[in-house]
């Protein structure tokens, strides 16, 4: 169509448009509808433009004042209008700013302010195009665009909200004096937003807030920097992403970023450190590029560091690519001002801010190096912090941390400053933090770092710990030191044995009992020696270290089970027995707890079983002194469970001294009187065990026993024993069989038992009965003890055969023992 037709067709409309009959809604729009397609069909070539502008800019002019009509439909249209006439490039560079004051006055917070979400919409996208083809300077409308944008950053709607950002991006790209003056007013809302519900908004807000930080004084960078931190945690990775990119962007581009590099580092690290693999390359990338930009910029400070790199360190940390030399040197530089913040942040209440910070903290030991050393107390403050959070992912990053200090410190220094600094209250996660330590060396610990280690850990405060992580990493700490050194001392092989010895004696787990086992067969074949002789070359130091002022062991004393474990597993010399009877002595005392003397009397059945009869014969008259002063005393009859329990365990370990065969006759011949009348009282007792073992004492005291005691008191205890014929368990009775065979049995033959026939009649008369017990065995047993001990008094036993023989309902027996008694008369 020629310029004059078209020409024409704007002026009919705009002249429609402007006349006083346009004053109904419906005539207006379809006006503005009939101007939009002449300006979409017909003005296609921009040359169009120097004849119409006069004409397009009175049509601009109305079209702004349509902008506040009451009708909606009229309002989107005269916004489509403009937009494509904007796209359309049918807009001269001096009406814009009209354009500008028009949107500005219906999206100020004022009463004009347009009230649909959609109309809204189309200002921003017809200020997005009027922003983008604007090519004078931007001043004019600097005050409108900012007034816009900071009002609709903040609106109701999501989408104005995301729309703004977009706009303020492309308002940043024109790089216009003008920006600069007018960014801090985008910071409040900016701040606003970042949080918003929708990762969309939070993504655009992240790269608009990006485009202004270069703009801000320090006050208002350092706070923008506190709300891109916590982007950091938000839950979606495309936001982490964005800013990821602007901290990048920042690091290598804002004017004064050298000042605040302790500040960005931090952010940028951390996220190296990201769950999701796509944000932890695009950091690596990033953080490369800072690297080298910073070698590039400062290239004559590095010269010869550029030219003459040394080599690559030796066995360096596994799974770990070495950053670049810019990288490091960057975090060196500034990790004087990068620990303070990062500390704090370590002991945060926030969890994720815990985790995230001890992951950070590792970045910088890896970036620094062995330049770590002149931060190392700060360093390890650090590393015991997040090695006593309550996240284990924190913990187990504070072990990384530890172990990199291992391979980077002078094992001198790094265990120094570390014994320092936990000697006062050691704790599980110490003693983590050391073993961390020490797996990180990959050379041989120095002779002196060792002895150290060994005697920190050797103390009485740190290897008698009762808490199982205190164990665990107690172990952990031998373990790496075993595998550390390929020599060991005399000296560093006892201090190792005395803390594994503590911790098998305390430990509260069998895993850690299994692995103490192990580590003691690690620390024999270290010494190229079998585990036996290792007992035998520091069992004996350690019991005389342990047992000082072992009169005051009460049932927490770590020395008890410490005590225990030694003797249960190693093994007893004469030496050493002369040491433990006393010990033993001291603590069966009847002023000692019962937990105690249960304790030590389950000992020393242990002690007494390992003992050879050489020892027996050597040792004979301090094994007295435990039976006289330690057992005797316990197997006093008291009321209660606990006093039972005691007699049942002192009975049993004096069965296990006394059933020696090779000093039996003399032993029994010292203290018979006193052990027979104790025994004969245990005969009544509460506990089945203790019964039975009553029974297995008299069993095998009473052959040895004539001719050291009266024989009246030996008639009596066996007097008493009848009793248990009736107990309600088969093995006792069956055990009191055995009894009154030995009794019979442990006199001469040509003793004279004519003068105890009151006492033969009755134990005659009580065992009789009982031939005709429903237990086949019991009836067996009795038959048979009738029939050897028959000889002592013929006539009795038959006398009480005949009188109670009608009672009975085995008379095949009755006549059999009758049949035995008049063969022996004959």
């Given at each position: 169509m020629e310029?004059?037709?078209?020409?024409?067709?704007?002026?009919?409309?705009?002249e429609?448009?402007?006349?006083?009959k346009?004053?109904?809604?419906?005539?207006?729009r379809n006006?503005?509808k009939?101007?939009?397609?002449?300006?979409?069909?017909?003005?296609?070539?921009?040359?169009?433009?120097?004849n119409?502008?006069?004409l397009?800019?009175?049509?601009?002019?109305s079209l702004?004042i349509?902008?506040?009509?009451?009708?909606?439909?009229c309002?989107?249209?005269?916004?489509l209008?403009?937009?494509d006439?904007t796209?359309?490039?049918?807009?001269?560079?001096?009406v814009?700013p009209?354009?500008i004051n028009?949107i500005?006055?219906?999206?100020?917070?004022?009463?004009?302010?347009?009230?649909?979400e959609?109309?809204?919409?189309?200002h921003?996208?017809?200020?997005?195009?009027?922003?983008?083809?604007?090519?004078?300077?931007?001043?004019p409308?600097?005050?409108d665009?900012?007034?816009?944008?900071?009002?609709?950053?903040?609106?109701n709607c999501?989408d104005v909200?995301?729309?703004s950002?977009?706009?303020?991006?492309?308002?940043?790209?024109?790089?216009?004096?003008?920006f600069?003056?007018a960014?801090?007013?985008?910071l409040?809302?900016?701040?606003?937003?970042?949080s918003h519900?929708?990762?969309?908004?939070?993504?655009?807000?992240?790269?608009?807030l990006?485009?202004?930080?270069?703009y801000?004084?320090?006050?208002e960078?350092?706070?923008?920097?506190?709300?891109?931190?916590?982007r950091?945690f938000?839950?979606?990775p495309?936001v982490?992403?964005?800013?990821t990119?602007?901290?990048?962007?920042?690091?290598?581009?804002?004017?004064?970023?050298?000042?605040?590099?302790?500040?960005?580092?931090?952010?940028?690290?951390?996220s190296?450190?990201?769950e999701?693999?796509?944000v932890?390359?695009k950091?690596?990338?990033i953080w490369?590029?800072?690297?080298?930009?910073y070698i590039v910029?400062?290239?004559?400070?590095?010269k010869d560091?550029?030219?003459f790199?040394?080599p690559?360190?030796s066995?360096?940390?596994?799974?770990?690519?070495r950053?670049s030399?810019g990288?490091?040197?960057?975090?060196q530089r500034?990790?004087?001002?990068?620990l303070?913040?990062l500390l704090?942040?370590m002991?945060?209440?926030?969890?994720?801010?815990?985790?995230?910070?001890?992951?950070?903290?590792?970045?910088?030991?890896l970036?620094?190096?062995d330049k770590?050393?002149?931060?190392l107390?700060k360093?390890?403050?650090?590393?015991?912090?997040?090695?006593k959070a309550?996240?284990?992912e924190a913990a187990?990053?504070a072990?990384r941390?530890?172990?990199?200090?291992g391979y980077f410190v002078?094992?001198?220094?790094?265990f120094d400053?570390?014994?320092?600094?936990?000697?006062?209250?050691?704790?599980a996660?110490?003693l983590?933090?050391?073993?961390?330590?020490i797996r990180?060396?990959k050379?041989d610990?120095?002779?002196?770092?060792?002895?150290?280690?060994?005697?920190?850990?050797?103390e009485v405060?740190?290897?008698r710990?009762?808490?199982g992580?205190?164990?665990?990493?107690?172990?952990?700490?031998?373990?790496a030191?075993?595998f550390?050194?390929s020599?060991?001392?005399s000296?560093?092989?006892?201090?190792?044995?005395?803390?594994?010895?503590?911790?098998?004696?305390?430990?509260?787990?069998?895993?850690i009992?299994?692995?103490?086992?192990?580590?003691f067969?690690?620390?024999?074949?270290?010494?190229a020696?079998?585990?036996?002789s290792?007992?035998e070359?520091?069992s004996?130091?350690?019991?005389k270290?342990?047992?000082?002022?072992n009169?005051?062991w009460t049932s927490?004393?770590p020395?008890?089970?410490?005590?225990?474990?030694?003797i249960?597993?190693?093994?007893?010399?004469e030496k050493?027995?002369?040491?433990?009877?006393?010990?033993?002595?001291?603590?069966?005392?009847h002023?000692?707890?019962a937990k105690?003397r249960?304790?030590?009397l389950?000992?020393?059945?242990?002690v007494?079983?390992?003992?050879?009869?050489t020892?027996y014969?050597?040792l004979?008259?301090?094994?007295?002194?435990?039976?006289?002063?330690?057992i005797f005393?316990?197997?006093?009859?008291?009321?209660?469970?606990t006093?039972?329990?005691l007699r049942?365990?002192?009975?049993?370990?004096?069965?296990?001294?006394?059933?020696?065969t090779c000093?039996?006759?003399?032993?029994?011949?010292?203290?018979?009187?006193?052990?027979?009348?104790?025994?004969?009282?245990?005969s009544?007792?509460?506990?089945v065990?203790?019964?039975?073992?009553?029974?297995?004492?008299?069993?095998i005291?009473?052959?040895h026993?004539?001719?050291?005691?009266?024989?009246?008191?030996i008639h009596?205890?066996c007097?008493?024993?009848?009793?248990s014929?009736?107990?309600?368990?088969?093995?006792?009775?069956?055990?009191?069989v055995?009894?009154l065979?030995?009794?019979?049995?442990?006199?001469p033959?040509?003793?004279?038992?004519?003068?105890?026939?009151?006492?033969?009649?009755?134990?005659?008369?009580n065992?009789?009965?009982h031939?005709d017990?429903?237990?086949?065995?019991?009836r067996?047993?009795?038959?048979?003890?009738?029939?050897?001990t028959?000889?002592?008094a013929p006539d009795?036993?038959l006398q009480?055969?005949?009188?109670?023989?009608?009672l009975?309902?085995?008379?095949?027996?009755?006549d059999?023992?009758t049949?035995?008694?008049?063969?022996?008369?004959?």
């Open positions: 310029e004059e037709n078209v020409s024409k067709l704007i002026s009919e409309s705009f429609k448009l402007s006349s006083q346009t004053s109904n809604d419906i005539t207006k006006i503005l009939e101007l939009h397609k002449i300006i979409l069909t017909n003005c296609h070539d921009g040359s169009h433009e120097k119409l502008n006069n397009l800019k009175n049509v601009v002019e702004n349509i902008l506040f009509d009451r009708s909606e439909r309002r989107e249209i005269s916004l209008i403009l937009k006439m796209r359309l490039s049918f807009i001269s560079n001096d814009f009209s354009i028009a500005a006055k219906r999206l100020r917070k004022t009463d004009e302010r347009e009230q649909s959609e109309i809204r919409l189309l921003l996208a017809l200020l997005y195009e009027i922003i983008e083809k604007y090519e004078g300077d931007l001043l409308c600097t005050n665009i900012s007034s816009i944008l900071a009002a609709c950053i903040i609106d999501p909200k995301r729309r950002c977009e706009c303020l991006l492309v308002f940043a790209s024109k790089k216009d004096s003008c600069r003056m960014a801090s007013n985008f409040k809302p900016l701040l606003i937003i970042i519900q929708h990762l969309k908004t939070r993504t655009l807000c992240v790269k608009a990006g485009c202004i930080v270069n801000l004084n320090n006050k960078f350092q706070e923008a920097l506190i709300h891109l931190a916590q950091l938000d839950r979606s495309l982490r992403i964005a800013v990119e602007v901290i990048g962007n920042m690091l290598m581009n804002v004017d004064d970023r050298y000042s605040y590099f302790h500040l960005l580092i931090p952010l940028e690290l951390s190296l450190h990201d999701v693999l796509e932890r390359s950091a690596e990338d490369k590029k800072v690297g080298n930009q910029e400062n290239e004559k400070d590095y560091l550029i030219d790199p040394p690559d360190p066995d360096y940390p596994d799974k770990e690519i950053p030399v990288c490091r040197i960057i975090v500034h990790l004087f001002n990068i303070p913040p704090h942040d002991a945060d209440w926030v969890p994720e801010t815990r985790i995230k910070s001890s992951k950070v903290l590792y970045s910088l030991i970036h620094s190096e770590i050393t002149m931060q107390p360093v390890l403050e650090g590393i015991m912090i997040a090695a309550e996240e284990r187990e990053q072990m941390c530890a172990e990199l200090l002078d094992s001198n220094h790094l400053s570390l014994l320092n600094l936990i000697h006062k209250s050691p704790s996660p110490h983590s933090i050391l073993a961390a330590c990180g060396q050379k610990i120095s002779k002196e770092c060792l002895k150290a280690v060994c005697k920190f850990l050797s405060e740190v290897c710990t009762r808490e992580d205190g164990q665990a990493n107690l172990l952990l700490c031998v373990d030191l075993l550390s050194v020599k060991i001392g000296v560093v092989s006892y201090d190792l044995f005395s803390i594994l010895s503590s911790v098998s004696g305390l430990a509260v787990s069998d895993s009992l299994s692995k103490a086992s192990e580590l067969q690690c620390l024999a074949e270290l010494q020696c079998t585990k036996i290792l007992f070359q520091h004996m130091p350690l019991l270290m342990i047992s000082q002022n009169e005051l927490v004393s020395e008890v089970p410490i005590f225990s474990f030694i249960e597993s190693g093994f007893l010399d050493m027995l002369e040491l433990i009877i006393p010990i033993l002595i001291n603590n069966l005392h002023s000692k707890e105690v249960c304790k030590i389950s000992l020393s059945i242990s007494f079983k390992k003992m050879s009869s020892f014969e050597s004979s008259e301090k094994i007295l002194e435990v039976i006289r002063i330690g005393p316990n197997l006093t009859w008291s009321a209660g469970r006093a039972s329990s049942a365990i002192a009975a049993a370990t004096l069965f296990e001294i006394i059933n020696k000093i039996k006759k003399e032993m029994v011949a010292s203290i018979g009187d006193e052990l027979l009348p104790i025994i004969a009282t245990l009544d007792d509460d506990e065990a203790t019964r039975l073992v009553t029974c297995k004492l008299l069993e005291t009473l052959p026993l004539y001719g050291s005691i009266d024989d009246i008191k009596t205890a007097y008493e024993i009848l009793r014929l009736d107990d309600v368990s088969d093995d006792i009775r069956l055990m009191t055995k009894v065979k030995a009794y019979i049995e442990s006199f033959t040509d003793y004279n038992w004519s003068l105890y026939r009151s006492y033969l009649k009755h134990l005659f008369e065992v009789l009965i031939m017990d429903k237990n086949e065995k019991m067996q047993n009795i038959f048979d003890l009738l029939k050897t028959a000889f002592v009795v036993l009480e055969i005949e009188a109670k023989r009608y009975m309902s085995t008379s095949d027996l009755c059999t023992l049949e035995h008694i008049k063969n022996m008369k004959l």
